[in-house]
DNA sequence: CGGATTTGACCCGCGC
DNA sequence: GCGCGGGTCAAATCCG
């Protein structure tokens, strides 16, 4: 490790902390299927809770989407998924057959407001393209094409163990991570 | 062999 | 300055 500070400094790049959104999934597994492909390039104890963070990064090039996954330590039954800035790109995961981007929340306008999303099978892949930064006044989906055929029941990952239920979501841009909404 | 993971070291901001 | 906590790097290692 001789060489970590011979950085050529790069024209002086501020590491700008891109907006955050997280996500509480009930799962037994940490990381959940996004339909994205990640890179793991880390991993750290936190503090008061047993269970670690792990840090992942998009593999596509020229993607810098990172993504922070951690067992929350007051309800162990679920995963904190934080998701650091958009993809440049598609999902890996928009092959035929995949449910990915087939539907939208009813009343998706960039931002989710504070308010419950209705309960139901949770969906990570759907959870994953809820990237807005910012709300836009007259924002749409990206490039989401019509759902030439809907399947409302066949999950993607039907067969597996992974039933992920969705719970609740947290907004935390900058909060600190101890703000979670669980009264005990 | 190539890509992903593991894992300790390193970096950095901040509070004292 | 020093220690701590969060975040990242990268060599070694694993695995298909």
Redesign the pocket.
Do not use: A, E, S
């Given at each position: 490790?001789e060489s970590?500070?011979n950085?050529p400094k790069k024209k002086a790049e501020k590491r700008l902390r891109l907006p955050r959104v997280s996500f509480l999934t009930k799962s037994e597994v940490d990381h959940l299927e996004d339909g994205y492909?990640?890179?793991?390039?880390?991993?750290?104890a936190?503090?008061n809770s047993p269970y670690p963070?792990s840090?992942y990064r998009c593999?596509t090039p020229k993607c810098g989407v990172?993504k922070?996954v951690e067992r929350s330590y007051q309800d162990p039954s679920t995963v904190i998924t934080t998701y650091e800035g958009q993809h440049t790109h598609h999902s890996p995961a928009s092959l035929r057959g995949s449910a990915a981007h087939l539907f939208m929340p009813p009343g998706f306008h960039g931002l989710p407001p504070p308010h419950l999303m209705p309960p139901g099978v949770f969906h990570p892949e759907l959870m994953s393209m809820m990237r807005m930064p910012y709300p836009s006044p007259n924002m749409h989906l990206l490039s989401v094409p019509p759902p030439p055929h809907h399947h409302p029941t066949s999950h993607p990952m039907a067969g597996t163990l992974q039933q992920h239920y969705f719970t609740d979501y947290a907004l935390l841009q900058d909060l600190s991570?101890s703000t979670m909404p669980n009264n005990p």
């Open positions: 490790y970590r500070n950085k492909r990640w890179r793991k390039y880390g991993q750290k936190v503090k963070r840090y593999t990172k922070r991570p």
